[in-house]
């Protein structure tokens, strides 16, 4: 059974940091690709963040610059660091794992998990 089970949200004021962490069960940690997306009140999901297992990054323009993604392989974790935070990074943030398949970046993935809030105040 996979489990993605996610921490690190919280709220924070307008240029201040966030790391996000996903820790990952029941699958093959190395072989799959992972990310992130998020999810605002009233908004389309976005695909923030994606990596492969080679360790290629992918990141929307929206936060390109601002974030990153990494894996440890040794703790089976999914990170995503989150600097110079603005108010539109609100949202629901879902740390996701899929087989890999073209485009990394996307929203639908296979297994996700329940999601964990960041809340990005003026």
């Known amino acids: 059974q996979v489990q993605l089970v996610e921490s690190g949200g919280g709220s924070v004021q307008a240029g201040g940091s966030l790391r996000l962490s996903c820790a990952a069960s029941g699958l093959s940690f190395n072989t799959v690709c992972m990310g992130w997306f998020r999810q605002a009140p009233g908004k389309e999901r976005e695909g923030v963040a994606a990596?492969?297992?080679?360790?290629?990054?992918y990141y929307a323009d929206s936060v390109k610059g601002r974030f990153t993604i990494s894996r440890d392989s040794a703790k089976r974790t999914l990170y995503l660091q989150m600097n110079s935070l603005k108010p539109e990074d609100t949202a629901v943030y879902y740390c996701?794992?899929?087989?890999?398949?073209?485009?990394?970046?996307?929203?639908?993935?296979?297994?996700r998990g329940q999601g964990t809030q960041v809340t990005v105040s003026p």
């Open positions: 996701a794992a899929d087989f890999c398949s073209w485009p990394h970046l996307k929203t639908n993935y296979e297994y």
């Open positions: 990596i492969v297992p080679g360790g290629t990054s």
